[in-house]
């Protein structure tokens, strides 16, 4: 079932994206400011990593409510709920003054961007073409490296200010919700979860069994459809490692081993994110024609060989830029799929509650990356720490080998998992 309706297609699909370009700000506007905020608020290494790491928290508990609830009643009502959420907490994180005040603040901003997560991977997911979904669902994932550039140009236009600048580029990340939250209220329910639930009937329509398989929430914990969560759960834990674990610590990592300027690098952070973009430009036009395992084993590939061989060669100083540019464009190879193919996998009973725990498995790696990566670079050393993450891309690739089937142009309803 294609949705046909065009103008709703596209509608579902900028407003669905608005969420992760609001998680690409938020988090990489932390990651810059944390080096005034932590002289700020006299925060110690251990209060450091938990800001850090705090709104990842809170989009691992984020995702699971907000995934079995979209499931059980439906994409739409909760789409305006989980940004709301976000825009009140980022809002009061922009007049935080305090370590308790800035990580509750960001835990609960968490919460809200990270049940966005599986109710909008799963909407793209539902409203896509069969012949073009990959294409739509990497375009929309594509928003969180564009949210990030936005937040260095923020940080940017702010910075002039003085050392409180990060006030006003967190206060940005709350507006910036608000329209996304007002578009989607007019937002239709996705046909499929209607289908899915008897609502929805007509020629060419799929039955409520063809949706759902006779799969419920229970059958996620065993059989098949346990084994195939928990290998796409691994998968997204081990790539989120590497990937967060290095992906909020750019700023830092130029500031330490590059450009001493702060203006430096902000523009060494502004040229990673284009090269991210470059990069979900180009998996774009593989992703429906490769296809979905082609492009996640060539990212993965690439970041193990490129992580390995940054740590042999000790890669240091304005190099770093071009390095990390380089690897941020594969990097999103693997991420994009590693984010949108649950939501294609399971039958539309589970999908957003599936889509829901294998984000939350993967915040939980992103929070160790991220929490233990300034420890491993201080003790080990960068090129160790490299190598290390190296470690935990290539058995992500390893893994994927064994459990990603191909999906490209084929019915969700063809593709997704079955108790059989």
């Keep these: 079932m294609d949705f046909d309706n065009f103008s709703e297609k596209f509608r579902s699909f900028f407003l669905s994206s608005g969420g992760f370009f609001l998680d690409g700000y938020d988090l990489s506007v932390i990651s810059y400011a944390l080096f005034f905020i932590k002289g700020e608020m006299s925060l110690n290494a251990v209060q450091e990593g938990l800001v850090s790491a705090s709104s990842l928290m809170g989009m691992a508990i984020g995702a699971i409510i907000f995934g079995a609830l979209s499931d059980k009643l439906g994409r739409k009502k909760l789409m305006g709920i989980d940004l709301f959420f976000f825009s009140i907490f980022a809002l009061l994180s922009a007049t935080s003054n305090n370590f308790l005040e800035l990580f509750v603040s960001r835990f609960l901003l968490g919460i809200g961007v990270g049940g966005d997560y599986p109710i909008s991977s799963t909407v793209v997911s539902e409203f896509s073409p069969t012949r073009s979904r990959g294409r739509y669902l990497m375009g929309s994932v594509s928003m969180y490296w564009i949210g990030t550039l936005f937040s260095a140009f923020m940080n940017l236009v702010f910075l002039p200010t003085g050392e409180q600048f990060w006030r006003y580029s967190f206060a940005v990340g709350g507006l910036l919700a608000i329209p996304i939250v ?156 590693t984010l949108f193919y649950p939501a294609e996998i399971f039958p539309t009973s589970v999908r957003s509650t599936a889509q829901g725990v294998t984000t939350a498995f993967s915040r939980v790696g992103a929070v160790l990356g991220v929490f233990f990566f300034p420890s491993m670079v201080k003790y080990l050393g960068l090129s160790e720490s490299l190598m290390l993450f190296g470690l935990t891309s290539a058995i992500a690739l390893a893994v994927s080998a064994v459990a990603v089937k191909e999906t490209k142009m084929r019915r969700l309803e063809d593709i997704s998992v079955s108790k059989t």
Excluded at 205 to 217: D, F, M, Q
């Design 182 to 337: 007002v578009g989607r209220i007019k937002l239709s329910e996705s046909p499929r979860w209607l289908a899915s639930k008897g609502l929805m009937k007509g020629e060419g329509i799929p039955t409520p069994e063809e949706e759902n398989k006779g799969v419920t929430w229970r059958d996620l914990l065993k059989g098949k459809v346990g084994v195939t969560l928990m290998s796409l759960s691994a998968i997204w834990f081990l790539f989120d490692v590497a990937s967060y674990g290095i992906g909020l610590y750019y700023p830092s990592l130029l500031r330490q081993f590059a450009f001493p300027s702060e203006y430096e690098t902000l523009y060494g952070t502004m040229l990673i994110s284009v090269g991210a973009i470059v990069g979900y430009a180009i998996a774009e036009v593989a992703v429906d024609s490769a296809g979905r395992r082609f492009t996640l084993m060539a990212g993965l590939g690439a970041m193990a060989f490129l992580l390995l061989l940054g740590g042999l060669i000790s890669i240091r100083g304005a190099g770093l830029v071009p390095y990390f540019m380089v690897f941020v464009a594969m990097e999103q190879w693997a991420g994009a799929v």
